[in-house]
């Protein structure tokens, strides 16, 4: 009975179809024998070379090219091509029978790599990497999409186009405006706010009503205790004072808990890791055991914040400076983000000429500017003495990839700290900001007035 690997390499070498399809795909490792990945490389190469099918000549005359072979072995590679023929196979099941077998091995070497690891053996991975390996290995299959045709694929883009896309709504009407509806998925969403102006506060109301969206909701911390988030989430929820939390009877405290497990069907996850110390790889593992230990899959993640997360590309001691380590950590979130199919957001600190900013820019940003380069949507938080005095916070949009970011670039939302909360202000409020549109009718109203008074005027 032939090995499917000699069934592979003989359709490489014979059917056209089939090695376009196939060969993207296929690596060299799966090949387990040294004379059948011999074949596959001189194939490999000479298809990249000159964009044709070898023939068993051509692989005859490069494998005797080769110094890396004995006699022996070239003897046998030598029978082991003139045994290739050019028989007849099912195209589809070919391709099927095919990566079946290339996810088998993929599995395979995953699992031996996992366990040189697992065993200390490799000095260059740690143990943190192995969910990552396997993920990937099991992940394993043909993608035949190679991109959008623009003249021969118009009717799946007008389909597109009027297709409700699944977004996340805010329990705010300026952010849902901005957003066009809300978050959609597969994005990194950033607030930038300076020291005690309310990033977190401004994630745990987010995350409190979109639990009451019957949504679930993964809460990362590595700033806060879990308990200082879920006590910030018990003042939104229960809408009680969050020093006074603490005076509530244990009945009482039930019965508020109860009321609202009553109102949503979702379920909120918070999970601490030291400051620093947790990167993608530690919130993938903490995705999968959620999944495999208690089947949650989070429709959007929080996470508290970016700049205190650690890169799985850089480690910790790695001399390296911070725009890169931060865009790097900013890349591999949103990285996420597409690989679980969620929003994610997160927040950032202003530099110390941003902070008691009542105009912050991007440029505000700290440590690295490659961050809003990645962000999706990235926003300023502002809080003034004035503000703070109306119960207010303004918003500022910094970039924004859903919306025009100039309509409606600054408006105000309501807060109370005491209960951790955001709400809608009244229209009068919005109408004291001005926006940039409104700024450049201010201006163009003045150069105007300054025109006419100059009439008649002789230079």
Same mark, same amino acid.
């Not at 009482?252 to 069907?265: E, G, H, L, R, S």
């Given at each position: 009975?032939?090995?499917?690997?000699?069934?592979?390499? /003989?359709? *490489?070498?014979?059917?056209?179809?089939?090695?376009?399809?196939?060969?993207?795909?296929?690596?060299?490792?799966?090949?387990?024998?040294? &004379?059948?990945?011999?074949?596959? @490389?001189?194939?490999?190469?000479?298809?990249?070379?000159?964009?044709?099918?070898?023939?068993? @000549?051509?692989?005859?005359?490069?494998?005797?090219? /080769?110094? $890396?072979?004995?006699?022996?072995?070239?003897?046998?590679?030598?029978?082991?091509?003139?045994?290739?023929?050019?028989?007849?196979?099912?195209?589809?099941?070919?391709?099927?029978?095919?990566?079946?077998?290339?996810?088998?091995?993929?599995?395979?070497? !995953?699992?031996?790599?996992?366990?040189?690891?697992?065993?200390?053996?490799?000095?260059?991975?740690?143990?943190?990497?192995?969910?990552?390996?396997?993920?990937? !290995?099991?992940?394993?299959?043909?993608?035949? &999409? %190679?991109?959008?045709?623009?003249?021969?694929?118009?009717?799946?883009?007008?389909?597109?186009? &009027?297709?409700?896309?699944?977004?996340?709504?805010?329990?705010?009407?300026?952010?849902?405006?901005?957003?066009?509806?809300? *978050?959609?998925?597969?994005?990194?969403?950033?607030?930038?706010?300076?020291?005690?102006?309310?990033?977190?506060?401004?994630?745990?109301?987010?995350?409190?009503?979109?639990?009451?969206?019957?949504?679930?909701?993964?809460?990362?911390?590595?700033?806060?205790?879990?308990?200082?988030?879920?006590?910030?989430? $018990?003042? +939104?929820?229960?809408?009680?004072?969050?020093?006074? %939390?603490?005076?509530?009877?244990?009945?009482?405290?039930?019965?508020?808990?109860?009321?609202?497990?009553?109102?949503?069907?979702?379920?909120?996850?918070?999970?601490?890791?030291?400051?620093?110390?947790? =990167?993608?790889? &530690?919130?993938?593992?903490?995705?999968?055991?959620?999944?495999?230990?208690?089947? #949650? /899959?989070?429709?959007?993640?929080?996470?508290?914040?970016?700049?205190?997360?650690?890169?799985?590309?850089?480690?910790?001691?790695?001399?390296?400076?911070?725009?890169?380590?931060?865009?790097?950590? !900013?890349?591999?979130?949103?990285?996420?983000?597409?690989? #679980?199919?969620?929003?994610?957001?997160?927040?950032?600190?202003?530099?110390?000429?941003?902070?008691? +900013?009542?105009?912050?820019?991007?440029?505000?940003?700290?440590?690295? #500017?490659?961050?809003?380069?990645?962000?999706?949507?990235?926003?300023?938080? %502002?809080?003034?003495?004035?503000?703070?005095?109306?119960?207010?916070?303004?918003?500022?949009?910094?970039?924004?990839?859903?919306?025009?970011?100039?309509?409606?670039?600054?408006?105000?939302?309501?807060?109370?700290?005491?209960?951790?909360?955001?709400?809608?202000?009244?229209?009068?409020?919005?109408?004291?900001?001005? $926006?940039?549109?409104?700024?450049?009718?201010?201006?163009?109203?003045?150069? =105007?007035?300054?025109?006419?008074?100059?009439?008649? #005027?002789?230079?």
């Amino acid at each position: 009975m032939e090995k499917i690997e000699t069934t592979i390499l /003989r359709n *490489l070498l014979f059917n056209n179809d089939y090695c376009r399809k196939v060969l993207p795909f296929l690596k060299n490792e799966y090949f387990e024998n040294f &004379h059948e990945k011999v074949v596959f @490389e001189e194939i490999c190469n000479f298809i990249l070379a000159y964009d044709n099918l070898a023939t068993k @000549e051509v692989l005859l005359i490069e494998t005797e090219k /080769r110094t $890396d072979i004995s006699e022996d072995t070239y003897g046998t590679i030598c029978d082991y091509i003139s045994k290739l023929d050019n028989s007849p196979v099912e195209m589809n099941w070919m391709v099927d029978t095919t990566e079946k077998w290339c996810r088998d091995r993929a599995i395979y070497l !995953a699992l031996m790599e996992s366990i040189k690891i697992a065993d200390g053996q490799d000095e260059k991975k740690s143990r943190d990497s192995i969910p990552s390996i396997l993920q990937s !290995a099991l992940s394993v299959s043909f993608d035949n &999409h %190679i991109g959008h045709d623009y003249l021969n694929d118009y009717e799946q883009r007008y389909e597109s186009y &009027h297709k409700k896309e699944n977004k996340i709504p805010f329990d705010l009407e300026y952010f849902n405006k901005i957003t066009k509806g809300g *978050l959609p998925n597969k994005t990194l969403n950033i607030a930038l706010a300076g020291t005690g102006v309310g990033k977190s506060l401004f994630m745990c109301h987010m995350a409190s009503s979109i639990l009451l969206q019957g949504k679930n909701v993964l809460y990362i911390t590595l700033e806060m205790a879990e308990d200082r988030i879920a006590e910030r989430i $018990d003042a +939104n929820l229960l809408n009680v004072n969050i020093k006074d %939390i603490t005076e509530l009877s244990k009945q009482m405290f039930d019965t508020k808990v109860n009321n609202i497990a009553k109102k949503t069907q979702g379920t909120f996850i918070i999970k601490e890791y030291p400051t620093a110390s947790a =990167h993608v790889g &530690h919130f993938k593992s903490l995705l999968n055991e959620l999944s495999l230990k208690k089947s #949650f /899959r989070p429709d959007i993640i929080f996470i508290d914040y970016l700049n205190i997360c650690g890169s799985s590309r850089y480690k910790s001691n790695f001399s390296v400076n911070s725009y890169s380590y931060v865009k790097a950590i !900013a890349e591999e979130l949103r990285g996420l983000a597409v690989e #679980f199919n969620v929003p994610i957001v997160s927040a950032t600190q202003t530099t110390r000429s941003g902070y008691g +900013n009542s105009d912050v820019e991007l440029t505000d940003t700290s440590e690295s #500017f490659g961050l809003p380069a990645t962000a999706d949507l990235m926003f300023a938080l %502002i809080s003034t003495e004035e503000l703070e005095q109306l119960g207010q916070l303004m918003v500022k949009q910094l970039k924004n990839r859903y919306n025009d970011p100039t309509i409606n670039k600054r408006f105000i939302v309501g807060i109370d700290r005491a209960k951790m909360r955001l709400y809608d202000c009244e229209q009068k409020a919005q109408d004291d900001i001005l $926006d940039s549109g409104k700024e450049e009718e201010y201006n163009d109203k003045e150069e =105007h007035k300054s025109k006419k008074s100059f009439e008649g #005027f002789k230079f």
